[in-house]
């Protein structure tokens, strides 16, 4: 037997319930009194039948009438196998879209960011494509009642913010620009719409409190509980009046962070400076390496490095690829560079820390100064500056619109700032803040000293990217190149970004006598694990004079936009408290 | 008091030894007997002291001389910080080397592969500056002893190989080409020759040994001693008559492992595939991103993952950027992809296994076809292989010289070969080998299924790419999405290069309603760590029908040169018994 339909309509009564035959059976005969009884009661039942299949008859003809009056119900809904829109609307890209679209049939699929209803016979949608490339859509009743009915007007104007959508539409010039779009100039006068996929009733965080700013970052807040309206009011004097989430609440509600606006924009801006970052070095005949992240030896100190069971040992997740960059040249390669994740284990809970990052290095052999390197890290973070600049204008804008900061003071052309650290230190107490006028030139500058210095050099040399050159050695350590010429100080140099440190680097030493004592006088046993494969290295074969640098992309990020964290800077920040999404 | 330097000449006897003054002292006058006395003895002190100063200056005369003799002393030696070549001499790049550069002074930085004496006057040396970029230097004794003396020649024919050097030079044209390095139709003769830093007497393993194919991949062997004449004779019929040695004695000597011309080869294979994948994602609207390596739960089932001690809680290390990419649709984006390392703790000791490699990663909006993101993946692959054949073409002849393979075939444009699991298993059935013919159209291939397939296929259609579509449902992990039409079968397929998978990928499901039903039918519980999270992304807003795929870097690179092991195409690789270097 065939199943039924769920939803169908009671099918009619075929037959009234016949009276039983009138065949012989217990007791006999049957008297005519019963005969007409059953007669009676037959008739009765008939006309029942007869009534309620007239009753559903007409039930059913009122139904189809009530469906027959929206002429447009194939034109909305939800979107099914069965689905289907026009062969001949033409896909369109929202940042291409141009005069030749007027008065095309189009076809869009997208999120629908915002629906209103204007009267009953006309609705307002948003619909953004990616970042914040967003058209207005508009859905009119036609007075015939297609391809648009009031129901779908009804229907569209209803549909849950954040649902992704396709819709059908012919392009038009509005009579007004929208403001409230990217695309102005344009508006899509729909036709067709389709859910795709729903979006809740009420979401964890709205579009519109993504893109404002984050009202905190600290990793110890308890996550408040979901919807918008207990969101924390951290700016609740906003002009805007819309509520400011923590990062917590950020990262609860992940989709809708990385929806907004401003996140997008920073993660388009990170994308290109690594592709700034690979392009000019690789230009620059440089080859691309991939250093290793399980690691035998917890090489660098081993302060802060995270380790695992593996099988029947024990691994280290690598803090840099520095000894590996090193082994590329000791391999005979001139001029290395890697993009990479790196690991610290510090238990600091704080907007500028994070347990993983991305590190931009690079490594190259020397050939007669060891500002050779130097040259080439200032000129691919001034190449990375100076074009992200005009390749992601609009992004850099729109970050600012949510996190202001002035612009990023770069240096003319011939001009790049480079001071030794010992000229640095003399600025700061010459010219810094009292508590900094005893700063001494054989020790490492604290954070506040860094800024500090950062904030004079500005004022200087009108620049927010500058060098500080041969640090002392005690603040180095041990593979860093002494100056032969004065050895309390080495051919090592940090870069700085608004007095914050963005590079560290400088010649290594390629010698392993020279490398051994090294180790020593810094008070670390030469056969240590990690250490003795490190110099054995350079006891394999002649390995030429060679330094490099290592970038952090997390902070290049951050300090180039002065976004008020660097977890804002990163695809899915990592932190002690926080490793979910 | 000035220092006196070390190694000067005593300074001639100024003055002879005076007689003390006549002056008057104890005991009144000197009587002339005395003065007669003291007289001589201060002419006999004088006569001594002229005579030790004569013998000095002899000495010293002698001693110059005996340095005279070599007039070209300064023109070779370790290199010092005083050490300098001529203003005039121009830095070449042998890559870049001209008719141009001929009877010019130049100057190179090196490594000195190989130097021979032919008789007492003349050397010859392989100076090599990256891969297999070698040129011959001539050092020849001038008749007048400058600028190269024979003492020179005998110095430079006895550099240790390997060591790097400084050399100045003259370019000239050799009387035939120089069959031995690949600039053939250039010479250095070479007037100036500095050892920049040494490489010792015997190397770990030489060159020529490097060059030869690795012997064996065990992980299990024992690491021979260091020195050549140790390693392991597996090829002892060769005609070189050089030892190959095993991977384990090229990871332990990892230095010479990486200067030999193969292993440069394959990495810039590497780096090129890797680059060609970017750009041309990156041309097709793609947005890169960067997935997390530490996560908090093991999602995708939680065998053979690795973890780890994270503060109070436990890391894990991610398997695949699978969730993290589709978190990045769900975040408003159309098309994203990522490069970046994955980690399998799985204890297999093969020359396939490893437990760190790099995945190249794409995730995609399908708009009306799953198919969609099979054509961006063959498309990108089949981009990386056509391509990699015009921009490597030396390189892969250099690996097929010392990895001999057949030429790696690809269909026409057009001709792209695709066909179902279900045409694989007929296909198997009917023309494979007798043990494959009941393979079942409902279970997973096995790894001799596969290459089987992949004979018949290479016969069949003269490719060694293809894909295989609609795998089936059982084979599957919960978040491959059904054939609306076959339910039996996934919209889900692999990608082969010789009979082996190197990507796999698939539409996903987007429906967190019917997502959460796949996940209980496959008996996992939605509510489990990682899973309910995942399951959680489509409930936050609406998300696109999307799909995606990996593909293992490491896998792509060593079938494409038919290497006989994936350890040979990684960086550093990594196994359960090596974590060095």
């Given at each position: 037997m065939a199943e039924q339909p769920a939803n169908s309509a009671p099918p009619p009564a075929e037959t009234p319930a016949a009276a039983p035959p009138a065949t012989g059976g217990e007791g006999g005969t049957i008297s005519k009194k019963a005969a007409k009884k059953a007669e009676a009661k037959a008739k009765k039942e008939a006309e029942k039948a007869r009534r309620a299949a007239e009753q559903a008859a007409a039930a059913a003809a009122s139904a189809s009438a009530a469906q027959a009056e929206d002429l447009a119900k194939d034109n909305y809904g939800q979107e099914t196998h069965e689905t289907k829109l026009s062969?001949?609307?033409?896909?369109?890209?929202?940042?291409?879209?141009?005069d030749e679209h007027v008065g095309k049939k189009v076809e869009l699929r997208a999120w629908l960011q915002n629906a209103r209803m204007q009267g009953s016979k006309m609705a307002?949608?948003?619909?953004?494509?990616?970042?914040?490339?967003?058209?207005?859509?508009?859905?009119?009743?036609?007075?015939?009642?297609?391809?648009?009915?009031?129901?779908?007007?009804?229907?569209?104007?209803?549909?849950?913010?954040?649902?992704?959508?396709?819709?059908?539409?012919?392009?038009?010039?509005?009579?007004?620009?929208?403001?409230?779009?990217?695309?102005?100039?344009?508006?899509?006068?729909?036709?067709?719409?389709?859910?795709?996929?729903?979006?809740?009733?009420?979401?964890?965080?709205?579009?519109?409190?993504?893109?404002?700013?984050?009202?905190?970052?600290?990793?110890?807040?308890?996550?408040?509980?979901?919807?918008?309206?207990?969101?924390?009011?951290?700016?609740?004097?906003?002009?805007?009046?819309?509520?400011?989430?923590?990062?917590?609440?950020?990262?609860?509600?992940?989709?809708?962070?990385?929806?907004?606006a401003v996140q997008q924009a920073i993660a388009d801006i990170r994308s290109e400076?690594?592709?700034?970052?690979?392009?000019?070095?690789?230009?620059?005949?440089?080859?691309?390496?991939?250093?290793?992240?399980?690691?035998?030896?917890?090489?660098?100190?081993?302060?802060?490095?995270?380790?695992?069971?593996?099988?029947e040992k024990e691994a280290y997740l690598a803090q840099s690829p520095q000894f590996y960059k090193q082994i590329e040249i000791a391999g005979g390669r001139k001029r290395v560079f890697s993009v990479g994740p790196v690991f610290r284990a510090e238990n600091s809970n704080t907007p500028r820390h994070m347990t993983e990052f991305t590190g931009l290095d690079m490594e190259?052999?020397?050939?007669?100064?060891?500002?050779?390197?130097?040259?080439?890290?200032?000129?691919?973070?001034?190449?990375?500056?100076?074009?992200?600049?005009?390749?992601?204008?609009?992004?850099?804008?729109?970050?600012?619109?949510?996190?202001?900061?002035?612009?990023?003071?770069?240096?003319?052309?011939?001009?790049?700032?480079?001071?030794?650290?010992?000229e640095g230190q003399k600025l700061l107490r010459e010219e810094g803040p009292e508590e900094f006028r005893n700063v001494s030139d054989d020790e490492d500058m604290?954070?506040?000293?860094?800024?500090?210095?950062?904030?004079?050099?500005?004022?200087?040399?009108?620049?927010?990217?500058?060098?500080?050159?041969?640090?002392?050695?005690?603040?180095?350590?041990?593979?860093?190149?002494?100056?032969?010429?004065?050895?309390?100080?080495?051919?090592?140099?940090?870069?700085?970004?608004?007095?914050?440190?963005?590079?560290?680097?400088?010649?290594?030493?390629?010698?392993?006598?020279?490398?051994?004592?090294?180790?020593?006088?810094?008070?670390?046993?030469?056969?240590?694990?990690?250490?003795?494969e490190y110099v054995d290295i350079f006891r394999q074969a002649g390995v030429p004079a060679h330094g490099g640098g290592g970038i952090g992309l997390d902070r290049v990020v951050a300090f180039y936009l002065n976004l008020p964290s660097i977890h804002l800077a990163a695809f899915f920040p990592r932190t002690p408290k926080r490793l979910l999404p």
């Open positions: 062969a001949d609307a033409m896909e369109i890209n929202l940042k291409t879209l141009g307002f949608v948003e619909l953004r494509e990616e970042g914040n490339w967003a058209i207005q859509g508009v859905v009119a009743a036609s007075p015939e009642g297609t391809p648009v009915s009031r129901q779908m007007v009804k229907w569209v104007g209803a549909i849950n913010p954040e649902s992704f959508v396709v819709v059908e539409a012919t392009v038009q010039k509005p009579l007004e620009p929208v403001k409230a779009c990217r695309v102005s100039n344009y508006e899509l006068h729909i036709t067709k719409c389709f859910v795709h996929a729903a979006a809740p009733t009420v979401l964890g965080m709205t579009l519109a409190a993504a893109n404002r700013p984050v009202a905190n970052f600290s990793d110890e807040e308890v996550p408040v509980e979901q919807g918008v309206e207990k969101l924390s009011l951290a700016s609740a004097g906003d002009a805007t009046g819309i509520p400011a989430a923590s990062m917590l609440t950020h990262l609860d509600n992940i989709v809708m962070h990385k929806r907004s400076m690594k592709e700034l970052y690979r392009s000019y070095l690789r230009s620059h005949g440089f080859k691309e390496f991939e250093p290793p992240c399980l690691i035998g030896a917890a090489s660098e100190g081993g302060a802060n490095v995270f380790r695992l069971p593996y099988f190259m052999e020397i050939k007669k100064d060891y500002r050779e390197v130097l040259d080439v890290l200032e000129g691919v973070l001034l190449h990375m500056f100076r074009n992200i600049k005009e390749r992601c204008a609009d992004e850099i804008a729109l970050v600012r619109s949510v996190y202001p900061s002035e612009e990023f003071l770069l240096p003319e052309p011939g001009q790049e700032v480079r001071l030794t650290f010992a604290s954070t506040p000293q860094e800024k500090a210095l950062g904030a004079l050099i500005r004022k200087k040399y009108n620049t927010d990217f500058y060098v500080l050159d041969k640090f002392p050695e005690s603040a180095r350590p041990f593979y860093a190149k002494e100056d032969p010429t004065n050895r309390k100080v080495t051919n090592a140099y940090d870069l700085f970004m608004r007095g914050q440190e963005i590079c560290s680097g400088g010649q290594r030493i390629n010698d392993p006598v020279e490398l051994e004592a090294r180790i020593r006088t810094k008070g670390i046993d030469p056969a240590s694990p990690g250490i003795k």
